[in-house]
């Protein structure tokens, strides 16, 4: 799909001017179709490999009457129809009437708008931007068309990253939350397969796939769409006796890469053993949200219990945001609970914070806790947003964040994981240095 982006604003405030730079050239497909009106524009762009169509509406100045009045009701319905609106203004002329006007149409429209103040060469932006903030806005951006400044952070922001395309993707095939069940031969993971589409559960279909692949099944829990990622092949057996590749590691990896949330199975009988902490390392270097499941825990004795659990806590401190949970896959103790954990990880895992939010958070942060000093300058961190999901990446805008130290990195990532309130999922930092 194809986003479609709609720039509105007074007369004046830079719209052509940025068109003419997020279409490259000036001659790009600018289809003047007769009838529209007369300097509504179409045109299309690329960015970082996604196409997107933009248009130039034109006519709005907020107090339209008569014919004008036409245009600008063709302007909004441009608005309608497009996925992402930027609403423009001029930082060297400041907030106007009209730029109120505008704003308060689009209010009216109910779609969501961005702000983008233009202009802002010559001038701190911070200071041109302040006048425009009791328009409500939620974004900003500060952009100057003519210079070709802000224009290409910006699309990064508005445009699905390359994860997010590839994510569009998969969502259309699989629905709903993806689960993939992974771990090493025999500790249970056809048993738990099976458990979790019990009888109460809808079974959509099949996904058939080669024995190389993955089984895919989608259905559905307490009205809520699952797609189980079956790395056992259970339900491709037709007979016990059939023989399938019980074990595959590249049908792991690729479980885990399409997966929202990975439930690890671990043998209680055996323990935490090298190979489960090497599951655990790929699923993390995925990105993926995790959820382990120590099964087979009935007719293990308190003794032994304690060992193992004491063992999980001891070698999996590292990951003391992820749920754990002591199953019998083969009972079904543990399993419909293990879903409120599934559904926290991909609630974390798909999460949208404003960048706002971010920001609030980071400065917070380095309220309570400053960056250090490198070579007589402060570290400075200025402001954050977020840069994907599944998992969550948060990108830190500043100056040096170069020499940001690794215990600053993890104090931060903790504060953020705190306060969002995020499980099982790994969050992803992004640190960039300012222009
Ligand atoms: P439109 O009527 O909204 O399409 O505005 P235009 O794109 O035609 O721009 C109006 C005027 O503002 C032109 O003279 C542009 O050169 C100028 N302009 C556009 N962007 C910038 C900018 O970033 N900085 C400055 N200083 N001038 C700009
Ligand atoms: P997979 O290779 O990971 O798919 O493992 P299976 O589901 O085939 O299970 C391997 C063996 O462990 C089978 O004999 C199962 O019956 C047994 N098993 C699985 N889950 C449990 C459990 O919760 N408790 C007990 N006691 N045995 C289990």
Known sequence: MTPVIALVGRPNVGKSTLFNQMTRSRDALVADFPGL????????????????????????TGDEQGLDAEMARQSLQAVEEADIVLFMVDGRAGLTAGDELIADQLRRSGKQAHLVVNKTDGQDPDIAASDFYSLGFDSTFLIAASHNRGIRSMLELLLPSEDEREEEDRAGKYPGIR???????????????????????????????????SVYIPYERQGEQYTLIDTAGVRRRKNVREVVEKFSIIKTLQAIDDAHVVILVIDAREGLVDQDLHLIGFVLD???????????????????????????????DFLDYADKHYISALHGSGVGVMYESVQACYESAMAKWPTNRLTAILQDAIAQHQPPMV???????????QGGSNPPVIVVH?????????SYKRYLENTFRKVLKVTGSPIRFEFKSGE
């Not at 070579?375 to 947003?385: E, M, T, V």
């Open 375 to 385: 070579q007589g300058r402060r570290i400075k961190l200025r402001y954050a947003h």
């Open 286 to 316: 995925a990105g993926r949200s995790l959820v382990i499941a120590v099964n087979k825990w009935d007719g293990m004795d308190p003794e032994e219990r304690a060992k193992v659990k004491e063992q999980v806590r001891r070698r999996l």
């Open 398 to 406: 500043g100056n040096q964040v170069d020499a940001l130290p690794g």
């Open 37 to 60: 009106t007369r300097d509504r524009k179409y045109g299309e762009g690329t960015y970082e490999g996604q196409r997107f169509i933009v248009i130039d509406t034109g006519g709005l």
């Open 179 to 213: 689960i993939g069940v992974v771990g090493r031969p025999n500790v249970g993971k056809s048993t738990l397969v099976n458990r979790m589409l019990g009888e109460d559960r809808v079974v959509v279909y099949d996904m058939p796939g080669t024995t190389r692949d």
